[in-house]
């Protein structure tokens, strides 16, 4: 099992931003791939971005250019920079761990993100 930890989330006004970091522990050695995945009211999840231990990411096109993910393989942890914030970019936001992009994997217990003025 892995277990993922999330933090940073909140209220922020249009234009602002926020940093998201989730620690994984447990079974790590299984993971190739962190990500954030997001979920509006009334609205399917969705992934946001995602990172290879390699370095390879993966971004949703809305995103692109104002969020940035990275990761700390020595802390086992990823972060998601979140800038010029939209009211459309509210959502939980949740971290997920898997070894392949295919693989649904393990999940965090979300974190809300609200843009909002």
């Known amino acids: 099992q892995v277990q993922l930890v999330e933090s940073g989330g909140g209220l922020v006004q249009p234009g602002g931003s926020l940093r998201l970091s989730c620690a994984a522990s447990?079974?790590?050695?299984?993971?190739?791939?962190m990500g954030w995945y997001r979920q509006a009211p009334g609205k399917q999840r969705e992934l946001v971005a995602g990172i290879t231990n390699a370095g390879s990411t993966r971004y949703a096109d809305s995103v692109k250019g104002r969020f940035t993910i990275s990761r700390d393989n020595a802390k086992n942890t990823a972060y998601l920079q979140m800038n010029s914030l939209k009211p459309e970019d509210t959502a939980v936001y949740y971290c997920?761990?898997?070894?392949?992009?295919?693989?649904?994997?393990?999940w965090g217990q979300g974190t809300q993100v609200t843009v909002s003025s």
């Open positions: 997920n761990a898997k070894a392949d992009w295919a693989l649904n994997g393990y």
């Open positions: 447990g079974r790590i050695f299984s993971i190739n791939i």
